[in-house]
């Protein structure tokens, strides 16, 4: 359904302009189309990075243009999917594309929404794969069109024996550990990290690709699937819910006979299958164990298998680029303070642009208390040196103290961060 | 509170040089600081700054450039304290 200024094609080229015109890049696609990316655009940065990564990955592209300048003003990573179930309701249309574990919507309030509906309906209909876009946070539909790209996938119908070696919890802790030092910067998310901090999506490429990790290290996961009407709160999406129809990750048996969950988009750590399902707001929710080689699980019981993982460098690349995407938007990278709790002995909540830096002041400290001040970003961006600070104190009077302090960012990203403080005595 | 001696460096005469030190918790709530080791009384020897890299969710990285102030050699050790 072609939507008109809106180019959905694999980037060939990203390049350079004229010399006198270096405020552009050009975009080129596989047609030879092509658009001009606007430097001076504040998503620009974040934008060239998706389409790069959309590029390297061969993955599809979603392109906005202004007809009068031929500047880009949108960017999106389609879904290669298959219209899998359309549900009507009152303002819209839920629709369970595979393979997603997101909730997918077509508004009723979508200009387009019978000449989208009908697209779903036959892609439904025919089973063939479609490109599906739609809005980075509500996920909401916004284009269907035939998937020109035909993908290789060997499906089963059963069920697959679990396979995994006991291990200690220490040794849980280990495989945690491994999996989740893999995690994408969340402001730059390039390959091979994981994009643990964009839990809208993709969980079974990140499955897969904790379980390739872990076999690598010796120890053989399994995983465990569930099924239900999810929903999980989450500091890393800027209005804090996501919504799942199903959901997966790696689990070892421990020693003790208990099946613990390695699962760094919702855990901290290794936790029992329990608590793991727990949070994910379906008591009624069931729950699949299979071995690590399933790739996908159908909630009707088919398997997909990726013992390449190939599909799982395209899950995982598909959803760095959503990541990189909503990073230039204008919530910024996660995670999102507003859906963040205060933690014990933390001032404040910071965000702070790349490269600057800036003063924050906090008054009515008692003159005799000792205090020290340092700072944490919550961005995960591993690799470099983030945020550094320094302290200035001014007297304000006989028995109160103003604390000024200056943080200094010199990353290229926006950084979010906790200013925290202890007080050594009073 | 606890402190310890997270390293033991030397720099040259008026050069400066960054360390890291990787897999902090970053639920705490931890000061570096420097004690040069080599005695030299009447002016200050070394001067420190910290920047911090959140690596994961539960884990971070410190990095600390570390300043000779002096026209000479100096040995020092690179502390830590976790106050909470």
């Known amino acids: 359904m072609p939507r008109e200024n809106v180019l959905v094609e694999e980037v060939t080229e990203l390049t350079a302009v004229a010399a006198a015109e270096t405020r552009y890049r050009a975009v080129v696609f596989a047609s030879g189309s092509s658009a001009r990316l606007d430097l001076e655009d504040s998503r620009a940065t974040g934008w060239l990075a998706a389409l790069e990564q959309m590029r390297a990955a061969g993955l599809t592209a979603y392109v906005e243009v202004d007809p009068g300048t031929g500047v880009i003003v949108e960017v999106l990573c389609p879904l290669p999917v298959v219209v899998d179930d359309l549900r009507e309701r009152d303002d819209g249309v839920d629709v369970e594309l595979v393979v997603?574990?997101?909730?997918?919507?077509?508004?009723?309030?979508?200009?387009?929404?019978?000449?989208?509906?009908?697209?779903?309906?036959?892609?439904?209909?025919?089973?063939?794969?479609?490109?599906?876009?739609?809005?980075?946070?509500?996920?909401?539909?916004?284009?269907?069109?035939?998937?020109?790209?035909?993908?290789?996938?060997?499906a089963e119908t059963g069920e697959v024996g679990v396979l995994g070696t006991p291990v200690t919890l220490a040794q849980a802790n280990e495989m945690f550990t491994l999996v989740n030092n893999r995690t994408a910067c969340s402001a730059n998310p390039i390959a091979p990290g994981i994009p643990f901090t964009y839990p809208d999506d993709g969980c079974w490429g990140r499955a897969h690709e904790m379980c390739r990790l872990m076999i690598g290290a010796?120890?053989?996961?399994?995983?465990?699937?569930?099924?239900?009407?999810?929903?999980?709160?989450?500091?890393?999406?800027?209005?804090?819910?996501?919504?799942?129809?199903?959901?997966?990750?790696?689990?070892?048996?421990?020693?003790?006979?208990?099946?613990?969950v390695v699962d760094p988009a919702l855990f901290p750590n290794p936790v029992p299958r329990a608590t793991w399902a727990s949070v994910q707001g379906d008591p009624a929710a069931s729950l699949v164990p299979t071995g690590a080689d399933v790739f996908h699980r159908s909630s009707g019981g088919t398997l997909t298998f990726d013992p390449a993982y190939s599909q799982t460098n395209t899950v995982l690349a598909t959803y760095r680029t959503q990541l990189q995407l909503r990073a230039a938007s204008s919530s910024g990278p996660p995670p999102y303070s507003n859906c963040l709790a205060l933690p014990p002995r933390t001032q404040w909540f910071g965000t702070i642009a790349g490269n600057t830096s800036h003063r924050w002041f906090t008054f009515g400290w008692p003159a005799n208390w000792h205090v020290v001040w340092t700072i944490m970003p919550t961005l995960i961006c591993p690799g470099t040196p983030t945020l550094s600070w320094s302290v200035a104190v001014e007297r304000a009077g006989s028995t109160q103290a103003t604390y000024w302090i200056t943080v200094t960012n010199s990353s290229p990203h926006t950084v979010r961060f906790e200013g925290r403080y202890d007080v050594l005595s009073t | 509170m606890w402190t310890g001696t997270q390293f033991s460096a030397s720099l040259a005469p008026n050069t400066s040089h960054r360390w890291f030190t990787w897999g902090w918790p970053v639920g705490w709530h931890v000061v570096w600081y420097v004690m040069p080791t080599s005695a030299v009384s009447g002016a200050p020897q070394v001067d420190w700054d910290v920047a911090v890299e959140r690596a994961s969710s539960t884990q971070c990285t410190y990095w600390i450039t570390v300043k000779n102030l002096t026209g000479a050699t100096v040995t020092f050790d690179g502390r830590f304290a976790v106050l909470s």
Do not use: M
């Open chain 1, 100 to 154: 997603s574990h997101a909730r997918h919507r077509l508004s009723r309030d979508n200009p387009e929404f019978d000449e989208l509906l009908a697209a779903l309906r036959r892609a439904r209909e025919s089973r063939e794969p479609v490109l599906v876009t739609e809005t980075p946070d509500e996920h909401e539909i916004i284009d269907v069109r035939p998937d020109p790209k035909a993908r290789a996938e060997s």
């Open chain 1, 218 to 260: 010796g120890v053989q996961p399994d995983k465990v699937w569930i099924y239900g009407n999810l929903h999980v709160v989450s500091f890393n999406k800027p209005d804090c819910n996501v919504y799942w129809g199903w959901h997966v990750a790696p689990t070892l048996t421990l020693t003790t006979g208990e099946t613990y």
